[in-house]
């Protein structure tokens, strides 16, 4: 099994940053995509941030230009920083990865409260 350790969540001002970390148990090694999603009260949960395996990464429409998904080989550690952040930004977040041995819909980590208010 793979256990997937979130941090970096908190209360941010408008227009603040935060840089979310996933670690990961296990190497990186044969894994397919690394993914954030969110989840806000009443909405159902999107996916905000994708990094393939091949280095393609893919944003919502509402986080481009603002967010930036990269990753540390060495610490097995997927990041989404988070800059100009706006309430609408308020959710869980959690990560995804999937490796190609992995069940289909991969592992999640336990999730990190980002919320944005003055």
């Known amino acids: 099994q793979v256990q997937l350790v979130e941090s ?11 840089r979310l970390s996933c670690a990961a148990s296990r190497s990186f090694f044969g894994i397919n995509a690394m993914g954030w999603y969110r989840q806000a009260p009443g909405k159902q949960r999107e996916l905000v941030a994708a990094l393939t ?6 944003y919502a429409d509402s986080v481009k230009g603002r967010f930036t998904v990269s990753r540390d080989n ?3 550690t997927v990041y989404l920083r988070m800059n100009s952040l706006k309430p ?3 959710a869980v977040y959690y990560c995804n990865l999937r490796w190609d041995w992995a ?13 944005v208010s003055s």
């Open 8 to 18: 970096g969540g908190g209360l941010v001002q408008p227009g603040g940053s935060l």
């Open 53 to 58: 395996s091949g280095g393609s990464t893919n």
């Open 74 to 76: 060495a610490k097995n």
């Open 88 to 90: 609408e930004d308020t």
């Open 103 to 115: 069940p289909t819909n991969g592992y999640w980590g336990q999730g990190t409260q980002v919320t």
